[in-house]
């Protein structure tokens, strides 16, 4: 399963670690997780919570079973984060092979340009007047993640694959 649901890129790894410990061992709702996921982090709403624990579910940290989610005993370490984003979340292969295709840095727009026609169809009549805007925001934060799991770099205002 991939998630398509990004949350802002937090300053560093440790977040994660955080975000997942919230998730607790046995079972529960959606909202006592969040909740959880609010307590013991920075964030503050709890559409932010909601957006981890699916992003968390996608990451393989978290599942989700008929009694409520739960979190998984693996650490995140970088390199596990690296692979499981790049399997377990929409897009984040496609964004990453377009900054390696790239003869130049590129922004946020020109990726999203050149990654726009594998967003399913489904997305865009979700969101027929909106659809552009929901996946532009996810494709910058899908090259700020690239970003902190040391994928992509930032350079000459815009993203290129890393080394």
């Not at 909601?50 to 393989?60: I, K």
């Not at 992509?152 to 815009?158: K, L």
Request: with cysteine; aromatic share 8%.
């Amino acid at each position: 399963m991939k998630v398509k649901h990004v949350p802002a890129a937090p300053d560093d790894l440790a977040f994660v670690e955080d975000a997942q410990r919230a998730v607790p061992l046995v079972p529960d709702s959606q909202d006592d997780c969040c909740a959880r996921i609010l307590d013991r982090t920075d964030l503050v709403a709890r559409d932010e919570a909601a957006t981890w624990l699916t992003f968390l579910r996608g990451l393989g940290l978290v599942e989700r079973g008929q009694s409520g989610y739960s979190r998984v005993r693996r650490e995140p370490d970088p390199e596990f984060l690296r692979e499981a984003f790049l399997t377990g979340v929409f897009g984040t292969e496609d964004v990453l092979g377009v900054l390696r295709d790239a003869d130049e840095p590129l922004t946020a727009a020109a990726t999203f340009e050149r990654v726009r026609d594998a967003i399913p169809e489904w997305e865009r009549h979700k969101n027929p007047n909106t659809w552009t805007d929901i996946w532009t925001e996810t494709v910058e934060n899908e090259l700020d993640w690239l970003v902190l799991l040391g994928l992509a770099a930032e350079r000459d205002g815009g993203y290129v694959a890393a080394d």
